[in-house]
């Protein structure tokens, strides 16, 4: 009345247990990845809660070239361009983890004082460059709005650029090395794993250096290993020389 194959109940017992075990196996992956992910958010976007600072030096004369080839002529790009001339000015002084990076810890975030922004323009010469790292990368140092910046200006004057590109008055082909080496040649205890040389399709764009948070060069894999690729880069020259 009960009888059956003993294959077919083998066969289905097998099928059974798998049909078990695949969503058993599932929900256990999801729990290991929400674990982690909550770990995670429990310091995402936290102010004050990173590992070090990246300090972005951005070579002005390939961001000028860049924005007139694009037709970009917006008031940003005047303040920058149109002005005295630059070599390395400061993009933005990043905080990081090891892996990854916050950023917008606070929405809205506090309003910067406009006389906190103007007390910049000599590194960061673009007022919306300077309301933007801000609003993005400021408001997860932790620190209030002076302080920040105050924190970039020290970061800023920790660094000295290498002679030949202050005044660097012709184009330049150098290989990303090239600029890496003068760097570290110029910053007693700089090493290679603590500099980044950034490009686009032709010309050196910045070098980043990593600090930690007060102020030390140190390691820093994840950037280093997203340096330029490139053989040559162009430096386009200081305008005026």
Not at 8 to 29: E, H, Q, R, T, V
Not at 88 to 96: E, R
């Amino acid at each position: 009345m009960f009888g059956f194959r003993s294959g077919s109940s083998a066969a289905g017992f097998s099928s059974g247990f798998s049909g078990l075990i695949a969503p058993l196996l599932g929900l256990a992956m999801a729990g290991v990845i929400a674990g982690s992910a909550s770990a995670q958010d429990k310091r995402q976007n936290t102010p004050g809660e990173f590992d070090f600072y990246v300090l972005s030096l951005s070579w002005s004369p390939s961001f000028c070239q860049a924005a007139h080839e694009r037709g970009n002529s917006g008031r940003g790009i005047q303040a920058q361009c149109a002005g005295r001339p630059f070599s390395f000015v400061v993009h933005g002084l990043w905080p990081q983890y090891d892996r990854g990076f916050p950023n917008y810890c606070q929405q809205p975030s506090p309003r910067l004082d406009r006389n906190v922004m103007t007390s910049m323009l000599d590194l960061m010469p673009a007022p919306g460059l300077i309301y933007n790292e801000w609003d993005k990368h400021g408001t997860c140092s932790g620190l209030g709005a002076r302080a920040y910046f105050e924190t970039i200006r020290k970061a800023r004057a920790a660094v000295k650029i290498p002679a030949d590109y202050l005044e660097l008055s012709d184009t330049k082909l150098v290989t990303p090395g090239d600029v890496e080496d003068a760097f570290i040649k110029a910053n007693p205890g700089l090493s290679s794993s603590a500099i980044a040389v950034q490009c686009d399709s032709k010309r050196l764009s910045e070098v980043r250096i990593c600090m930690s948070k007060d102020l030390q060069f140190r390691a820093c894999d994840e950037i280093d290993r997203r340096s330029c690729r490139r053989d040559k880069v162009v430096m386009p020259p200081v305008r005026g020389g």
